[in-house]
């Protein structure tokens, strides 16, 4: 997948501009002050004949103008932007501008806006037809976190419709167009929005009838969820190792771990990673096996050119709060099967007979609403920014990091690309580094980290004792997640990488 910079900002500018209503405007605006003493306000069709513009204004795909005011409506002066497609530049030009402007509140305005520009739209190259100095990068004052959404004026505007209008006749507005959108971009027939990633790999077992005696492989590196969903039908996770490049499922192993019981295999796409899905669909054929793909933090992440999460019988999603795409909480599961879609959709339904209040077998509430629909629907125009602000992260710190010694990045896989939802080390503990010391260094320096995941196969809610996986074992004790918003900018990137170079030369 190509990021295309150009088609992406046209296209939110042409979002703002066909705005016609106040309420809508409202929440498109951009506070400079914390006070909102001053704001800039895009010209859309709403405030368009205050103003007297060129009549084909709203036919410039490229250009949009924001009003620079008070709060109290006085007019201080117009700012125009321009995308340049040739060069994937933007160009910001001060018009009209009173004469008596303070010049250090006007360099906030143009902060503001370069910030907003560089986050929302992933601008590299902005250009001024006036004089602006930008801020110079320091330690940061607050803590630089591990992750963090981007909210723009498509999650504002659709989630102010679903509070205002989605009710009784419109109750699923959004929520059809949340599902119906997310399985176009992935590629499969058919989707449910639910309450989470973990209730959509529970009904996906149940709906491919695991059950008590059952066994399923799973990863030993990857969230609890993935293997406490195996345990709530009573079947038995069996753990398999990982690749200690990709940390995704060791298929080399999968033939001894199969057994007569064995029902289903769960790929996990650790951390954005594309698990082997030719060998594991191969795999699954031959022993007869049900796939459910856990896809929780790799929306758009492709394996072959094709995306996760549309290979198996079953891809599961996650939209938590730390996830490429947030709803706060929440999840998706995806088929190309309709039966297997009828069976989850029943379960998900309190198993009740389609168009009744008739329930002729047990079922489940693991529902999304639709208030956190249109959030998600708002999250999903911006997918291709979200994913791209993603590899552009991981694509510096490789560059910073790939060849210091006693740190390892993990990597794509073959035929693979990987959104790197997380950007993540492995430490070299034979050098003397030391996770957790090495964490609460970064930490002193405002650079928020976390833990990968532990083998979980230790955990001691399982009911036996599992023999501990040696790769899993290596990542699970010695590597860290580093920071990796998507709002994530190359001057805090080179700060962290500085940071954590200085912290191992130091040992």
Known sequence: MVFNFYKNVTKNFNFIKSINNLQELYLCQLSIEQSSLKRLIPLSRVNSKEKNIDKDYFKKDNFIKYLYQTNDGQHLGEISIEVIEKNESISIFAEKLKEDIDQDEFNRVILKLNTWLRNTFLARKINYDFEFQDIEYNKPEDLILTAGPMVSHYENIYSLDAVNNGWNKDWSKHLD????KFSDFIGTKYAIATSSCTGAIYLSLLAGGISEGDEVIVPELTWVATASAIKYTGAKPIFADIDIDTWCIDTG?????????TKAIIPVHL???PAKMDEIISFAKKHNLIVIEDAAPAIGATFDGTKVGSFGDFGCFSFQGAKLLVTGEGGMVVTNNEDLFNKFKKLWDHGRVPGTFWIDELGYKFKMSNLQAA?????????????EAKRRNYSRYFKNLSQINGIKLSKEGDNTESIHWMTSILLDKEIGLNRDKFSDDLRKLNIDTRPVFPSISQYPIWGEKYRENKNSKIVGENAINLPSGVNLTDNEIDYISESIISLVESV
């Open 253 to 261: 192993q999968l033939e001894n771990l199969v057994t007569e019981k």
């Open 375 to 387: 959030f998600g629907l708002g999250q999903l125009e911006n997918i291709e920014v979200l994913i």
């Open 271 to 273: 951390y954005g990673n």
């Open 177 to 180: 167009s949340f599902e119906e």
